[in-house]
């Protein structure tokens, strides 16, 4: 049996850092999308509550429901399929077509493609959108985009940064004219926020940074954050591997003399991935010995549990990626455990 230990005092410590940067715990909007970046989405939801987050940011409507009574504020980036109206939940229109689809009072915010070309409406169909909004009785609520590379060192954030600026100001004269309240503005994920000296939006949408992750913390000198997610797992079984016996399919790894090796609970099927004959070490320092296979790995010794990992970024650049693949393809089944 594998399970993750999730460290409240680095996910407090992490959104202190964030809250602090942004202004205040009122400017952050935890990203709880794919199972809280595999952290667990329940579990993570209740800690941010517990911290004094208001807001979090969802990718579906049935995510959104699981932690409705956790948040004031709850927006849904890709699923216009509501089947309760929630004043908690507020809506991410991707396309103009996404108008036509949502009821009445339904709460929104305008997404706006500002050079990713993922998804939004184009920066010359705001006013277009926001006059189709209020015919169809929708509420627009926020407008707001996303960058493409916050986390680079590249003149794109500026570029779109600079874009989502003029939108603002056009967004101001178009609720003047309209006689519209006051609509949120948000661009920043984790790295973009960061990148903002004096951070001055309604909210950022802080996903990896608090999980304890800011890939390219180094070259962009941003704060050192602390991991949350750790994985541990039990002993199966202990044996001596005489010399020359080698273990696990493929027979990958031969010992060079008798040695004590046990098998531990934890392998592809829960998310530890086949490691391409790459050497890895556990967070405790035991090497893992031949393949990983669906539950098993085997390690020198014979103590009862092992941690697998406290950190996922060498296991990110074994796999050739990044640290978001490897937190959000933890199994949901595998038990969490808060410490
Ligand atoms: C996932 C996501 C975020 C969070 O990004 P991080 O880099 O993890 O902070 C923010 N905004 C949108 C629209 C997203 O899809």
Known sequence: MSYIKLNKQNLFYNLETCANHAGGKEKIAIVLKDNAYGHGLLQIATLANEFGLRKAVVQTYKEAITIEHLFDTILILADTKIDTFSHT?????NSLNDL???CENTNIHIKIDTGMHRNGIAHNELEVAILRALERKLNVCGIFT????ADELSSDFFYQDTIFKGLKEEMKNICEKLNVPKILVHSCNSAALF????FDEDFARVGIASYGYLDANEVLGFPKLKPVLSLYAKKIATRILKKGQSV???GTYTATEDIEVSTYSVGYGDGFRRLGGKAYET???KQVLGRVSMDNIVVEGSADEICIFDDVTRLAEIHNTITYEILTGQNANI????V
């Open 283 to 285: 967070a405790d320092g």
């Open 335 to 338: 038990s969490r455990e808060i």
């Open 146 to 149: 996303h960058h493409k590379s």
């Open 248 to 250: 696990g399919y493929g």
């Open 89 to 93: 939940f507020h809506v991410a229109v």
């Open 100 to 102: 036509e689809l949502l």
């Open 195 to 198: 990148r903002h000296k004096n």
